[in-house]
């Protein structure tokens, strides 16, 4: 059975002396030469990289487990209970994030926006709240990309080469409601645009490039929009604006 990463027996608990001995005489070896092309650690913090990664592989060559856990690590957060009783419907527009979701041939991605506070967050929480095959990362930096927080969620550390096309492999060829969606939220006023550009095309390539899952890019605030490299052909844009005079007085009853 796989052993989660983030489970993983820490280095000062594997008997030292004979795991890197037993390293450091095979990288003085010429036969190692010969035998491992790629370098042999030989330090305890290169030996628990190189564990991390083997176990990351192994996770990989599961597809079925691979996919449960990135469901099950990654949920849409529920909206909270106060935000829950006085949530106003919106009827269009989560009508317009459902359509998107469920075409048989995702083309593009969606991108989200709207004046801070206007409810986007909860717009697609809500849209979302029935759909069983969704994956939520959450930016609040240029610190983290999107595969930084999937590889912190699963317990590993910055060493670990992680590709989003690996992660929804397992769904090609997927459509509808079988077929994933990742949503991505960046709620920063500081990010800089390169970020948001550069988190954007990671998107677009498993969404429009790849076709293994349906996207959605939440921004906040709205001028993050303007960060955007421009491919008209790729994103689908919805505003998340004031309510309408219906929506108002469901608001105030």
């Not at 037993?22 to 628990?48: A, E, G, M």
């Not at 359509?99 to 929480?125: D, F, N, Q, W």
């Not at 969606?181 to 920063?188: F, L, M, P, T």
């Amino acid at each position: 059975a796989f052993t989660s990463p983030s489970v993983l027996t820490p280095v000062q608990k594997i008997p030292r002396s004979p795991v890197l001995s037993h390293w450091q005489s095979l990288s003085r070896s010429s036969v190692r030469r010969s035998l491992f092309p790629i370098p042999v650690p030989t330090s305890p913090d290169d030996i628990r990289k190189w564990y991390e990664q083997r176990e990351w592989y192994k996770l990989l060559a599961k597809p079925e487990t691979l996919s449960r856990t990135l469901l099950e690590r990654f949920q849409v957060p529920e909206l909270a209970q106060g935000v829950e009783e006085t949530y106003v419907e919106r009827e269009s527009l989560e009508a317009a994030i459902q359509a998107h979701t469920e075409s048989p041939h995702p083309a593009r991605y969606m991108i989200v926006v709207g004046t801070r506070g206007g409810g986007k967050s909860c717009l697609v929480r809500r849209a979302l709240r029935d759909r069983k095959k969704a994956v939520y990362v959450g930016l609040s930096s240029s610190v983290q990309t999107i595969a930084d927080r999937i590889r912190a969620g699963f317990g590993l550390s910055k060493a670990v080469r992680v590709d989003l096309k690996d992660l929804f492999l397992p769904f090609e060829g997927c459509v509808g409601a079988e077929k994933p969606v990742i949503v991505v939220e960046i709620d920063s006023q500081e990010v800089p645009g390169d970020f948001v550009a550069t988190q954007s095309q990671e998107l677009k390539r498993i969404v429009c490039d790849e076709r293994l899952a349906y996207g959605i890019l939440v921004l906040s605030p709205a001028n993050a929009a303007f960060k955007l490299n421009s491919d008209a052909a790729r994103q689908r844009f919805l505003w998340v604006g004031d309510f309408d005079e219906e929506e108002t007085k469901a608001f105030l009853d």
